[in-house]
């Protein structure tokens, strides 16, 4: 198995990139700039931005899996950004699989798929909706293209870089149950040491294809005294 991790240096894509290993894949990383100081194994490494990848780079890879993104105004773009440079690139090799590692805020809260979890000021608040239109964007793009082997793997709301490494882990759908008065941490927690177990599992396995899907936990762990 060939796999590439766009974003390999950042804390979710180093865990992929170990677990990866571990199943004694063959993998390339792909981050903007190196970090010499990261020491990430036996690696193929392209240092290039995502939107700077050629049809040459991705010969031959098996899987994508796509950790890119951006926190700020001015990087929330990257989120877009990357995922419509990558599936253009993919139109041209369908076989190879993408997952995409999105946002909790496109997860939908009611049966009839009229209403996300965005749309909850007790969620996601009006300072967050400009990460919410990049994610919203994203998937949309995605989802137009029925030809591709794609997978949008969205975290729980609690999605905690140093949370235990527990290796359990649960695939929900695309709908969440939210509380309307705001975030109760019930159901909505993963480490991502977790969840890029999940996520290599269901490499795997080859399941949940062209579909959108939730990796947690359970609940929000609380410290008790």
Known sequence: MKIMVLGGYGKLGRLIVRFAQQAQ????????????????????????????????????????????????KNTAHVIYDSLAHVVELLDEQPSTRYLKVGGANTLYINREHSQQLQDLPSYYPAKYQFLCAAHQQALTRLRTYSNLVWTY??????FIPDGLATGEYQ???EEFKANLRGDDGRGDYISYAD???????????????????????GDLPTETK
Request: aromatic share 4%; no cysteine; net charge positive.
């Open 195 to 217: 969840f890029a177990q999940g996520l290599i599992a269901i490499i795997k396995e080859n399941s949940h294809l062209r579909q959108q899907i939730t990796l947690f936990h």
């Open 153 to 158: 793997v969205t975290p729980p709301v609690n």
């Open 171 to 173: 695939v929900g759908s």
């Open 25 to 72: 894949w063959d993998v390339t990383v792909v981050a903007h700039r190196d970090h010499p100081r990261i020491l990430l194994g036996n690696v193929r490494r392209i240092i290039k931005d995502v939107v700077d990848l050629t049809q040459k780079d991705i010969a031959r890879i098996d899987v994508i899996v796509d950790t890119t993104g951006g926190w700020r």
